[in-house]
Protein backbone atom coordinates (compact mmCIF):
# COMPACT_ATOMS: atom_id res chain seq x y z
CA UNK A 1 0.00 0.00 0.00
CA UNK A 2 1.29 3.51 -0.98
CA UNK A 3 1.34 6.01 1.90
CA UNK A 4 1.11 9.38 0.30
CA UNK A 5 1.71 12.64 1.91
CA UNK A 6 -1.41 13.54 5.11
CA UNK A 7 -1.10 9.71 5.31
CA UNK A 8 -4.03 8.81 2.90
CA UNK A 9 -3.18 5.21 2.10
CA UNK A 10 -3.63 4.49 -1.72
CA UNK A 11 -6.52 2.00 -2.73
CA UNK A 12 -6.53 1.24 -6.20
CA UNK A 13 -9.79 1.16 -8.60
CA UNK A 14 -9.96 -2.30 -10.19
CA UNK A 15 -12.47 -1.17 -13.09
CA UNK A 16 -14.72 -4.51 -14.07
CA UNK A 17 -17.12 -2.24 -16.40
CA UNK A 18 -15.97 -4.29 -19.75
CA UNK A 19 -16.32 -7.74 -17.69
CA UNK A 20 -18.87 -8.14 -14.73
CA UNK A 21 -20.45 -4.45 -16.43
CA UNK A 22 -21.33 -5.99 -18.96
CA UNK A 23 -23.18 -8.91 -18.03
CA UNK A 24 -25.42 -6.16 -17.07
CA UNK A 25 -29.05 -7.81 -18.83
CA UNK A 26 -28.67 -5.88 -22.63
CA UNK A 27 -25.40 -3.99 -21.81
CA UNK A 28 -23.35 -6.06 -24.34
CA UNK A 29 -20.55 -4.10 -26.37
CA UNK A 30 -18.79 -4.56 -29.54
CA UNK A 31 -14.68 -5.30 -29.09
CA UNK A 32 -14.20 -1.65 -30.98
CA UNK A 33 -16.54 -0.04 -28.27
CA UNK A 34 -14.65 -1.95 -25.15
CA UNK A 35 -11.32 -0.84 -26.99
CA UNK A 36 -12.48 3.47 -27.04
CA UNK A 37 -14.40 2.57 -23.58
CA UNK A 38 -11.02 0.95 -22.26
CA UNK A 39 -8.79 4.01 -23.15
CA UNK A 40 -11.18 6.27 -21.46
CA UNK A 41 -10.82 4.43 -18.48
CA UNK A 42 -7.43 4.60 -18.08
CA UNK A 43 -7.34 8.56 -19.21
CA UNK A 44 -9.77 8.68 -15.61
CA UNK A 45 -6.89 7.23 -13.80
CA UNK A 46 -7.82 3.75 -13.14
CA UNK A 47 -4.99 1.15 -11.71
CA UNK A 48 -6.71 -1.98 -13.38
CA UNK A 49 -8.86 -3.17 -16.53
CA UNK A 50 -10.91 -6.03 -16.94
CA UNK A 51 -11.64 -5.74 -20.28
CA UNK A 52 -14.14 -9.06 -20.59
CA UNK A 53 -14.09 -13.17 -20.72
CA UNK A 54 -10.90 -14.23 -23.74
CA UNK A 55 -12.62 -17.63 -23.88
CA UNK A 56 -16.36 -16.73 -23.85
CA UNK A 57 -16.53 -15.63 -27.25
CA UNK A 58 -13.97 -14.75 -29.94
CA UNK A 59 -14.90 -11.56 -29.94
CA UNK A 60 -14.54 -10.73 -26.41
CA UNK A 61 -10.68 -12.47 -26.91
CA UNK A 62 -10.33 -9.53 -29.40
CA UNK A 63 -10.56 -7.23 -27.42
CA UNK A 64 -9.25 -8.29 -24.23
CA UNK A 65 -5.87 -8.71 -27.00
CA UNK A 66 -6.31 -5.24 -28.73
CA UNK A 67 -6.80 -3.47 -25.28
CA UNK A 68 -3.56 -5.66 -23.94
CA UNK A 69 -1.92 -4.10 -27.21
CA UNK A 70 -3.32 -0.39 -27.60
CA UNK A 71 -3.91 0.74 -23.78
CA UNK A 72 -1.31 1.87 -21.89
CA UNK A 73 -0.19 2.90 -18.16
CA UNK A 74 -2.59 0.55 -16.77
CA UNK A 75 -2.71 -3.51 -15.46
CA UNK A 76 -4.44 -5.37 -17.71
CA UNK A 77 -6.07 -8.60 -16.12
CA UNK A 78 -7.54 -11.64 -18.11
CA UNK A 79 -10.47 -13.26 -16.61
CA UNK A 80 -10.94 -17.50 -16.05
CA UNK A 81 -12.72 -19.82 -14.67
CA UNK A 82 -10.47 -22.14 -12.75
CA UNK A 83 -10.26 -24.32 -15.72
CA UNK A 84 -7.12 -24.99 -18.29
CA UNK A 85 -8.79 -23.61 -21.60
CA UNK A 86 -9.71 -20.52 -19.81
CA UNK A 87 -6.64 -19.73 -18.45
CA UNK A 88 -4.80 -20.15 -21.56
CA UNK A 89 -7.25 -18.05 -23.28
CA UNK A 90 -6.65 -15.35 -20.97
CA UNK A 91 -3.05 -15.22 -20.71
CA UNK A 92 -2.36 -15.45 -24.16
CA UNK A 93 -4.89 -12.52 -24.95
CA UNK A 94 -2.99 -10.12 -22.30
CA UNK A 95 0.31 -11.24 -23.42
CA UNK A 96 0.93 -7.63 -24.30
CA UNK A 97 0.10 -5.62 -21.88
CA UNK A 98 2.31 -3.63 -20.03
CA UNK A 99 1.34 -5.06 -16.73
CA UNK A 100 -0.82 -8.16 -16.28
CA UNK A 101 -2.56 -10.63 -13.87
CA UNK A 102 -4.61 -13.44 -14.15
CA UNK A 103 -8.05 -13.38 -12.48
CA UNK A 104 -9.26 -16.94 -11.19
CA UNK A 105 -12.20 -17.95 -9.56
CA UNK A 106 -13.67 -20.97 -7.99
CA UNK A 107 -17.57 -21.19 -6.20
CA UNK A 108 -17.12 -21.93 -2.50
CA UNK A 109 -20.47 -22.05 -0.67
CA UNK A 110 -22.39 -25.17 0.07
CA UNK A 111 -24.78 -23.98 -2.17
CA UNK A 112 -23.03 -23.31 -5.65
CA UNK A 113 -21.11 -26.59 -4.59
CA UNK A 114 -24.05 -29.05 -4.47
CA UNK A 115 -26.30 -26.98 -6.94
CA UNK A 116 -23.98 -25.73 -9.81
CA UNK A 117 -20.53 -27.47 -9.60
CA UNK A 118 -21.99 -31.02 -7.95
CA UNK A 119 -18.54 -31.29 -6.42
CA UNK A 120 -17.39 -32.22 -3.11
CA UNK A 121 -15.32 -29.68 -0.79
CA UNK A 122 -12.24 -31.76 -1.18
CA UNK A 123 -12.30 -31.77 -4.73
CA UNK A 124 -12.72 -28.14 -5.43
CA UNK A 125 -9.84 -27.21 -2.98
CA UNK A 126 -7.75 -29.76 -5.81
CA UNK A 127 -9.22 -28.13 -8.14
CA UNK A 128 -8.17 -24.55 -6.93
CA UNK A 129 -4.70 -25.72 -5.99
CA UNK A 130 -3.80 -27.19 -9.08
CA UNK A 131 -5.57 -24.42 -11.55
CA UNK A 132 -3.10 -22.04 -9.80
CA UNK A 133 -0.31 -24.17 -9.44
CA UNK A 134 -0.88 -24.36 -13.76
CA UNK A 135 -1.26 -20.44 -13.95
CA UNK A 136 1.78 -19.81 -12.20
CA UNK A 137 3.81 -20.94 -14.99
CA UNK A 138 2.75 -18.24 -17.02
CA UNK A 139 1.78 -15.21 -14.76
CA UNK A 140 3.40 -14.45 -11.77
CA UNK A 141 -0.16 -11.73 -10.30
CA UNK A 142 -2.77 -13.76 -9.58
CA UNK A 143 -5.85 -12.62 -8.40
CA UNK A 144 -8.06 -15.65 -7.09
CA UNK A 145 -12.08 -15.00 -6.13
CA UNK A 146 -13.92 -17.70 -4.36
CA UNK A 147 -17.33 -17.09 -5.52
CA UNK A 148 -19.97 -16.41 -3.11
CA UNK A 149 -17.78 -16.03 -0.27
CA UNK A 150 -20.00 -14.27 1.72
CA UNK A 151 -22.58 -17.06 1.99
CA UNK A 152 -19.54 -19.76 2.62
CA UNK A 153 -18.64 -20.70 6.43
CA UNK A 154 -15.29 -19.14 7.71
CA UNK A 155 -13.88 -22.99 8.09
CA UNK A 156 -13.96 -23.40 4.02
CA UNK A 157 -13.04 -20.24 2.79
CA UNK A 158 -10.04 -20.09 5.18
CA UNK A 159 -9.28 -23.40 4.00
CA UNK A 160 -9.38 -22.19 0.30
CA UNK A 161 -7.77 -18.87 0.60
CA UNK A 162 -4.77 -20.63 2.08
CA UNK A 163 -4.53 -23.41 -0.47
CA UNK A 164 -4.52 -21.01 -2.95
CA UNK A 165 -2.15 -18.56 -1.57
CA UNK A 166 0.18 -21.33 -1.00
CA UNK A 167 0.06 -22.32 -4.46
CA UNK A 168 0.99 -18.69 -5.74
CA UNK A 169 -2.09 -16.31 -5.40
CA UNK A 170 -0.94 -13.07 -4.84
CA UNK A 171 -4.34 -10.69 -4.66
CA UNK A 172 -7.25 -12.45 -2.78
CA UNK A 173 -10.39 -10.87 -3.78
CA UNK A 174 -13.64 -11.76 -1.59
CA UNK A 175 -17.13 -10.73 -3.71
CA UNK A 176 -19.92 -10.30 -2.27
CA UNK A 177 -21.32 -12.44 -5.28
CA UNK A 178 -25.29 -12.10 -4.61
CA UNK A 179 -25.12 -8.71 -2.72
CA UNK A 180 -26.23 -10.12 0.22
CA UNK A 181 -23.64 -8.72 2.68
CA UNK A 182 -23.76 -5.93 5.24
CA UNK A 183 -21.21 -3.45 5.61
CA UNK A 184 -20.16 -4.70 9.39
CA UNK A 185 -20.44 -8.42 8.38
CA UNK A 186 -18.40 -7.86 4.99
CA UNK A 187 -15.59 -5.27 6.56
CA UNK A 188 -15.05 -8.15 9.94
CA UNK A 189 -14.96 -10.85 7.46
CA UNK A 190 -11.46 -9.48 5.65
CA UNK A 191 -10.11 -8.40 9.21
CA UNK A 192 -10.73 -12.44 10.04
CA UNK A 193 -9.40 -13.81 6.81
CA UNK A 194 -6.37 -11.25 7.39
CA UNK A 195 -5.60 -12.53 10.71
CA UNK A 196 -6.55 -16.33 10.57
CA UNK A 197 -5.22 -17.27 7.54
CA UNK A 198 -1.87 -19.00 7.29
CA UNK A 199 0.08 -16.68 4.86
CA UNK A 200 -2.56 -13.89 5.17
CA UNK A 201 -0.41 -10.88 5.40
CA UNK A 202 1.20 -11.75 2.49
CA UNK A 203 -0.99 -10.93 -0.09
CA UNK A 204 -3.09 -8.06 -0.96
CA UNK A 205 -6.61 -7.94 -0.75
CA UNK A 206 -9.45 -7.28 -2.87
CA UNK A 207 -13.51 -6.41 -2.38
CA UNK A 208 -15.62 -6.61 -4.91
CA UNK A 209 -19.49 -6.28 -4.17
CA UNK A 210 -22.95 -6.24 -5.96
CA UNK A 211 -25.71 -3.85 -5.38
CA UNK A 212 -29.22 -6.19 -5.03
CA UNK A 213 -29.78 -4.77 -1.33
CA UNK A 214 -27.92 -0.82 -2.22
CA UNK A 215 -25.48 -2.13 -0.03
CA UNK A 216 -22.19 -2.13 -2.73
CA UNK A 217 -20.54 1.04 -1.80
CA UNK A 218 -21.16 1.01 1.73
CA UNK A 219 -19.76 -2.70 2.06
CA UNK A 220 -16.60 -1.53 -0.24
CA UNK A 221 -16.06 1.12 2.20
CA UNK A 222 -16.28 -1.06 4.99
CA UNK A 223 -13.60 -3.51 3.27
CA UNK A 224 -11.24 -0.47 2.93
CA UNK A 225 -11.99 0.36 6.80
CA UNK A 226 -10.82 -3.07 7.22
CA UNK A 227 -7.33 -2.33 5.19
CA UNK A 228 -8.10 -3.86 1.54
CA UNK A 229 -6.03 -2.23 -0.89
CA UNK A 230 -8.19 -2.75 -3.75
CA UNK A 231 -12.26 -2.34 -4.80
CA UNK A 232 -13.89 -3.68 -8.01
CA UNK A 233 -16.37 -1.36 -9.80
CA UNK A 234 -18.12 -0.26 -12.61
CA UNK A 235 -18.81 2.77 -14.21
CA UNK A 236 -22.57 3.81 -13.49
CA UNK A 237 -22.99 0.27 -11.04
CA UNK A 238 -23.73 -1.42 -14.29
CA UNK A 239 -23.25 -5.25 -13.60
CA UNK A 240 -25.80 -8.39 -13.11
CA UNK A 241 -29.27 -7.58 -11.85
CA UNK A 242 -28.99 -4.80 -9.85
CA UNK A 243 -25.08 -4.01 -10.51
CA UNK A 244 -22.06 -3.53 -8.89
CA UNK A 245 -20.97 -0.99 -6.80
CA UNK A 246 -20.23 2.26 -8.82
CA UNK A 247 -17.14 3.77 -9.82
CA UNK A 248 -18.13 7.46 -9.52
CA UNK A 249 -19.96 6.82 -5.97
CA UNK A 250 -17.13 5.12 -4.81
CA UNK A 251 -14.35 7.13 -5.63
CA UNK A 252 -16.68 10.62 -4.63
CA UNK A 253 -17.29 9.40 -0.96
CA UNK A 254 -13.60 8.66 -0.54
CA UNK A 255 -13.39 12.16 -2.58
CA UNK A 256 -15.30 13.93 -0.07
CA UNK A 257 -14.90 12.13 3.00
CA UNK A 258 -10.96 11.62 2.63
CA UNK A 259 -10.37 12.90 6.16
CA UNK A 260 -12.49 10.33 7.86
CA UNK A 261 -11.55 7.96 5.74
CA UNK A 262 -7.90 8.24 5.75
CA UNK A 263 -7.70 7.08 1.86
CA UNK A 264 -7.19 8.08 -1.46
CA UNK A 265 -7.44 7.39 -5.21
CA UNK A 266 -6.24 7.66 -8.62
CA UNK A 267 -9.21 8.40 -10.07
CA UNK A 268 -8.91 11.79 -12.32
CA UNK A 269 -12.35 12.85 -10.79
CA UNK A 270 -12.47 15.75 -14.12
CA UNK A 271 -13.46 12.62 -16.35
CA UNK A 272 -15.99 11.29 -14.38
CA UNK A 273 -19.30 13.04 -16.09
CA UNK A 274 -17.41 12.14 -19.82
CA UNK A 275 -16.79 8.20 -19.19
CA UNK A 276 -20.52 7.91 -17.57
CA UNK A 277 -21.91 9.49 -20.69
CA UNK A 278 -19.64 7.17 -22.66
CA UNK A 279 -20.23 4.29 -21.06
CA UNK A 280 -24.34 4.76 -20.81
CA UNK A 281 -24.47 5.18 -24.67
CA UNK A 282 -22.46 2.17 -25.77
CA UNK A 283 -24.35 -0.34 -23.63
CA UNK A 284 -27.37 1.72 -24.23
CA UNK A 285 -27.92 1.66 -20.60
CA UNK A 286 -29.90 5.11 -19.46
CA UNK A 287 -28.83 6.77 -16.10
CA UNK A 288 -31.29 7.06 -13.42
CA UNK A 289 -32.08 10.95 -13.07
CA UNK A 290 -31.22 10.56 -9.30
CA UNK A 291 -28.49 8.43 -9.82
CA UNK A 292 -25.64 9.94 -6.81
CA UNK A 293 -22.82 11.71 -9.07
CA UNK A 294 -23.89 11.63 -12.80
CA UNK A 295 -27.51 11.29 -12.92
CA UNK A 296 -29.49 14.63 -14.33
CA UNK A 297 -30.58 15.25 -11.30
CA UNK A 298 -27.73 14.88 -9.32
CA UNK A 299 -26.76 18.57 -8.98
CA UNK A 300 -30.62 20.27 -9.87
CA UNK A 301 -32.33 21.99 -7.39
CA UNK A 302 -36.03 22.81 -7.45
CA UNK A 303 -36.79 24.11 -3.73
CA UNK A 304 -37.30 27.78 -3.29
CA UNK A 305 -35.15 27.54 -0.34
CA UNK A 306 -32.63 25.30 -1.54
CA UNK A 307 -32.19 27.81 -4.68
CA UNK A 308 -32.16 30.78 -1.99
CA UNK A 309 -29.52 29.11 -0.33
CA UNK A 310 -27.18 28.31 -3.24
CA UNK A 311 -27.37 31.49 -4.99
CA UNK A 312 -26.10 32.96 -1.98
CA UNK A 313 -23.31 30.11 -1.17
CA UNK A 314 -23.49 26.84 -3.18
CA UNK A 315 -22.23 25.10 0.02
CA UNK A 316 -25.77 25.32 1.57
CA UNK A 317 -26.93 22.40 -0.54
CA UNK A 318 -24.00 21.02 -2.45
CA UNK A 319 -21.25 18.77 -0.90
CA UNK A 320 -19.49 18.39 -3.83
CA UNK A 321 -18.35 20.47 -6.52
CA UNK A 322 -19.95 19.06 -10.16
CA UNK A 323 -17.19 21.14 -11.99
CA UNK A 324 -14.68 18.87 -10.48
CA UNK A 325 -16.59 16.37 -12.32
CA UNK A 326 -16.84 17.63 -15.26
CA UNK A 327 -20.98 18.01 -14.79
CA UNK A 328 -22.18 20.65 -17.09
CA UNK A 329 -22.71 23.52 -14.05
CA UNK A 330 -25.14 22.85 -11.74
CA UNK A 331 -28.44 23.84 -12.36
CA UNK A 332 -31.56 25.82 -11.02
CA UNK A 333 -34.70 24.13 -12.22
CA UNK A 334 -37.36 26.69 -12.63
CA UNK A 335 -40.79 24.65 -11.31
CA UNK A 336 -43.44 25.48 -8.61
CA UNK A 337 -40.75 25.27 -5.53
CA UNK A 338 -38.82 27.64 -7.21
CA UNK A 339 -38.57 30.78 -5.12
CA UNK A 340 -38.58 35.00 -6.20
CA UNK A 341 -34.89 35.14 -5.27
CA UNK A 342 -34.30 32.11 -8.21
CA UNK A 343 -36.71 33.88 -10.76
CA UNK A 344 -34.88 36.65 -10.39
CA UNK A 345 -31.47 35.45 -10.68
CA UNK A 346 -32.68 34.10 -13.85
CA UNK A 347 -34.07 37.17 -15.24
CA UNK A 348 -30.95 38.54 -14.08
CA UNK A 349 -29.20 35.78 -16.31
CA UNK A 350 -31.00 37.00 -19.55
CA UNK A 351 -29.19 40.67 -19.22
CA UNK A 352 -33.18 41.47 -18.33
CA UNK A 353 -34.00 44.60 -15.37
CA UNK A 354 -37.31 44.47 -14.03
CA UNK A 355 -38.72 47.20 -11.55
CA UNK A 356 -40.17 45.63 -8.55
CA UNK A 357 -43.88 45.43 -9.59
CA UNK A 358 -43.36 44.07 -12.90
CA UNK A 359 -40.88 41.21 -10.76
CA UNK A 360 -44.16 40.96 -9.23
CA UNK A 361 -46.60 40.44 -11.83
CA UNK A 362 -44.31 38.16 -13.49
CA UNK A 363 -44.04 35.64 -10.03
CA UNK A 364 -47.59 35.39 -10.08
CA UNK A 365 -48.00 34.25 -14.08
CA UNK A 366 -44.85 31.96 -13.25
CA UNK A 367 -46.53 30.26 -10.11
CA UNK A 368 -50.07 29.76 -12.25
CA UNK A 369 -47.95 28.56 -14.50
CA UNK A 370 -45.85 26.05 -12.81
CA UNK A 371 -48.78 24.46 -11.03
CA UNK A 372 -49.87 23.26 -14.65
CA UNK A 373 -46.71 21.96 -15.48
CA UNK A 374 -43.82 20.75 -13.93
CA UNK A 375 -40.80 22.39 -14.97
CA UNK A 376 -40.94 26.24 -16.68
CA UNK A 377 -38.63 26.51 -19.68
CA UNK A 378 -36.66 29.56 -20.05
CA UNK A 379 -38.40 29.94 -23.50
CA UNK A 380 -41.54 30.07 -21.53
CA UNK A 381 -40.12 32.71 -18.95
CA UNK A 382 -38.80 34.76 -21.60
CA UNK A 383 -42.39 35.05 -22.88
CA UNK A 384 -43.66 35.74 -19.49
CA UNK A 385 -41.25 38.31 -19.24
CA UNK A 386 -42.57 39.86 -22.24
CA UNK A 387 -46.23 39.87 -20.83
CA UNK A 388 -45.06 41.44 -17.61
CA UNK A 389 -43.39 44.26 -19.25
CA UNK A 390 -45.94 44.86 -21.88
CA UNK A 391 -48.77 44.68 -19.60
CA UNK A 392 -47.14 46.97 -16.64
CA UNK A 393 -46.79 49.52 -19.70
CA UNK A 394 -49.96 49.33 -21.16
O1 LIG B 1 -19.56 -11.53 -8.43
C1 LIG B 1 -18.64 -12.34 -8.51
O2 LIG B 1 -18.52 -13.29 -7.74
C2 LIG B 1 -17.70 -12.17 -9.60
C3 LIG B 1 -16.46 -12.97 -9.42
C4 LIG B 1 -16.26 -13.97 -10.43
C5 LIG B 1 -15.32 -12.11 -9.05
O3 LIG B 1 -17.90 -11.39 -10.49
ZN1 LIG C 1 -19.34 -9.90 -9.80
Do not use: W
Not at 196 to 222: F, I, Q, W
Amino acid sequence: MTIHNNEAKRVHIFDTTLRDGEQAPGASLHPEQKIVIAKQLAMLGVDVIEPGFPISSPGDFMAVQRISQEVHGVEICGFARSVKEDIDSAIRATEAAERRRLHMFLSSSNIHLDFQLRKSREQVIQIARSMVAYAKQFVERIEFSPMDATRTGDEFLFEMIEAVIEEGATIINIPDTVGYALPEEYGAMFTRVMDHVRGGKTVEYSAHCHNDLGLAVANSLAAIRAGVTQVEVTVNGVGERAGNCSLEELVMAIETRKEALGVETGIHTEHIYAVSQKVSRAMSFPIAFNKPIVGRNAFQHEAGIHQDGLLKNRNTYEIMDPDKLGVPRSMIILGKHSGRHAIKHRVSQFGVELSSEQMESLYVQFKELADRQKVVQDHQLLELIGHTVNEVLE
